[in-house]
């Protein structure tokens, strides 16, 4: 797909703008204390903008402070169901297919034709190289969806590591325009013990996603400073289902798995994801 002459003249819009300062911004104004009632209506317009369920929604509109705490808002008990097969690799959120298929020659899929570095997206060359011929996805969360992201199954995490970065839109203007989109942006690298083999769990920022945060790490996104690492000890285990974090308004999740750990049932991009449901199926070896 080529860029239109609009789209190109967003991404020369895009690459004069300070992103990172728009989506600080863009988070501050999101925390902003409306008046209750100001702010249900700004909620309700929200929902009816993206399409947005408040039915699935755990609490009352009127207990939400901000935009921000919507955001992040909670579904009711048994909204999403987990695939409880042993051997059942599910989908860590709400939201879309991007490219999936397997690790060749060190490098992924952003989109058909389109290659980007495994080495850069997890900040290391030596880590990169375990998980040559291994399956990889990418789910995209939009601003309907629910923004917290689970663990796809039961997973030991050992560290996190912060890569800062830009913060391009992942809409189409970023991921047909920008070269190694996800290795470009703001992210965080977990990575995970599954039986024997690894996974790497990086959820991706992108423009006004203001923060990325995790349950498990003092660890966010689009701070100052440079890269930062963490080993978890001791390491956190986590149950499938369990909460890994959260975005503060929509983005990325890329998984990688070492050879050996799963086979993924891809679907083609755009296809709809739901947080629980099987994506793919864990070999009898990584299951815990």
Known sequence: MRLGPSRRALLWFLWLLPKNLVSKIGGWFAGIRWPGPLLRLQLRAYAWTWGANLEEVRDPLSSFRSMQEFFVRRLKPGARPIDPGPDAFVSPCDGAWGEAGRVEQGQLMQVKGRPYSLAELLGSEEEAQAYEGGAYATLYLSPKDYHRFHSPCAMTVLRSRYLPGSLWPVNKVGVYGVPGLFAQNERIVSTCAVGEHRLAYI??????????RLTYSELTTNVRGGPREEEHEPPVELDKGDE??????????????????????VQPPGTPCVLGRRIGTLSEASRA
């Open 244 to 265: 890994v974090g959260e975005f503060r308004f929509g983005s990325t999740v890329v998984l990688v798995a070492t050879p050996g750990l799963l086979e993924l049932d």
């Open 203 to 212: 959820p991706v920022g992108a423009t006004v996603v203001g923060k990325v």
